[in-house]
């Protein structure tokens, strides 16, 4: 007797390779039988016909890290058939801790969705973030990567300088001993301080570490506008003089002076590839891209961290270069009527949520660049935002290549969140994938949509038991309805989930069923082997 049986579905493999019509058996956390009918009896038979089943979706870019706590479910993300959220991104995490610099870790925390369990940070390492996530219950598995922010905070805080000699060595023995818990690689975020004030010869240091571990190096690069190329040209560097895989994350080229370039990025990343470069990337697919309004403001007001920075912008003296700077970052990003407030933390006039940057200027009096000064002093730094600034021809460019990922660089969430607007992305990447782009435009086969959301990102992470089903592997299945899969999330109503995922399976279990939640807890803190 089976635990679980499929019936009649449309097996999308993983591979990439041609769907074919046949029932799937689980038997606890695994599959078991994929044959062309299985007779035997299950506990639980769910009818398949006209429906695909694939693998659960693997969501090679999230932060849902911190989400986890606040939302053990991870609602959004399963409603879209995901059951793997890769964490710890864009150099932003909750290990390694240096219990003196918890302060500042937390703050730096800032920029990512969730509240953090109740006292805060109680643990150091990944074996202490993992209990605590698993005391959580989570709905989703969860693949942790060493957030390198995190890390240069935990070794030599948020100065902007190069580390020593010492620092040096500590950090690539806290990264050795994140991997030796099984981390599965580390990020960066080079546009964020600490990361930014990060030098090229750091980061390969830290690469080289990766690459004795066969672990990942996943990075937001150093600039998705204007020095969008040179800062490919970097991770590229970085993978060839460390010889470890390199994930491009979100790809993208922002701002209409940049436009094209996300497709010359994309050659540069294939061309690498051709010469022996393990180099990747991956994509949400929207025009819009969502981070911490802090992000206009420039680099030298970041030294020291967010208190540093709250310091010099209530400094008449910095006033001046401020605005300056402020002013060039908007622009390139497409002017302040295409920055839209998304959330406020505490402090801030949470009315102004949902306008964008140029509406509330003229609420409050202030031209564009003191109102993002004053959002960012209300809010303590805890103000995220959204640039849409993306062009069409290279999004669609980029979605269309088969050797791209699919990650949605947003949280397993649901309505409940405080943050009434957020980035769509973390409800309806993977429905809007499918719905619009294969669907409706038919940029894409289904098979290789689902392969850029399964066994390509499980390759390249190293998870060998999951992305495909096969018998053996793990039973992380999603069953959608290839007429109706459809993101329902949009920039002024957020909070929607996806349609079409009829059923979601985390290791054995039903975690939605009829597309929506069981309740069910089946998901694990994965660690690499
Ligand atoms: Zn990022």
Redesign the pocket.
């Known amino acids: 007797m089976y635990s679980l049986l499929i019936k009649g579905g449309n097996i999308i493999d993983g591979t990439g390779n041609p769907a074919y019509k046949a029932d799937l058996a689980v038997q606890g956390d695994k599959i078991v039988a994929i044959e062309p009918t299985i007779e035997a009896a299950a506990e639980k038979v769910i009818e398949a016909d006209g429906l695909f089943v694939a693998p659960g979706f693997i969501d090679i870019h999230t932060h849902t890290d911190r989400s986890i706590f606040e939302f053990p479910l991870a609602d959004s993300k399963v409603l879209q058939g995901v059951t793997t959220d890769v964490t710890g991104?864009?150099g932003i995490g909750l290990f390694p801790v240096a219990s003196a610099r918890k302060t500042e870790l937390e703050n730096y925390l800032g920029m990512v969705k969730g509240k953090l369990p109740e006292g805060g940070i109680s643990w150091t390492d990944l074996n202490g973030f993992a209990a605590a996530v698993e005391s959580v219950n989570p709905g989703i598995n969860l693949v942790p990567l060493v957030p390198h922010g995190s890390l240069r905070i935990a070794v030599m805080g948020s100065s902007d300088r190069k580390p020593t000699d010492q620092e040096m060595q500590d950090m690539e023995i806290i990264l050795a001993d994140c991997l030796n818990q099984g981390a599965w690689g580390m990020s960066t975020?080079l546009i964020y301080p600490p990361g930014s004030f990060a030098k090229t010869d750091e980061l390969v240091r830290l690469a080289q570490v990766l690459a004795r571990y066969g672990a990942i190096y996943s990075s937001?690069v150093r600039g998705e506008s204007g020095t969008l190329l040179q800062a490919v040209d970097e991770a590229i560097q970085i993978g060839r003089e460390s010889g470890t895989t390199v994930e491009v994350?979100?790809l993208k080229a922002i701002g209409k002076p940049n436009w094209g370039n996300g497709v010359k990025a994309l050659q540069m990343i294939e061309e690498a590839r051709r010469q022996g470069v393990d180099i990747w990337a991956d994509q949400y697919p929207y025009e819009a891209s969502s981070?911490s309004l802090t992000a206009l403001i420039p680099a030298w007001a970041h030294d020291g961290g967010v208190a540093a920075m709250l310091q010099r912008l209530v400094d008449p003296s910095c006033k001046e270069k401020l605005i300056t700077g402020i002013g060039l970052e908007m622009n390139v990003r497409g002017g302040a009527d295409r920055v839209l407030i998304a959330g406020l933390a505490a402090g801030a006039d949470q009315e102004l949520v949902g306008k964008t940057v140029q509406q509330i200027a003229e609420i409050l009096g202030l031209t564009p660049e003191e109102t993002v000064m004053q959002l960012t002093i209300d809010a303590k730094g805890g103000v995220s935002a959204v640039y849409f600034s993306i062009g069409e021809e290279d999004l669609e460019t980029i979605l269309k290549n088969p050797d791209v990922a699919v990650g949605s660089?947003g949280s397993g969430i649901n309505p409940t969140t405080a943050e009434k607007a957020t980035h769509p992305r973390s409800y309806g990447t993977f429905a809007r994938v499918l719905g619009r782009y294969v669907r409706e435009k038919k940029l894409l086969t289904w098979e290789s949509a689902v392969r850029k959301m399964t066994l390509l990102p499980a390759q390249r992470l190293g998870l060998k038991d999951r992305g495909m089903l096969q018998a053996g592997l793990a039973a992380d299945i999603t069953v959608f309805n290839p007429d109706t899969v459809t993101d329902c999330a949009v920039f002024e109503n957020p909070h929607q989930f996806a349609q079409g995922f009829e059923y979601v399976v985390v290791n054995g279990i039903l975690a939605a069923e009829h597309g929506r939640l069981t309740g069910a807890t089946a998901g694990r803190v994965l660690r690499k082997a």
Request: charge should be negative.
């Open positions: 991104n864009c975020g937001h994350s979100h981070t660089d």
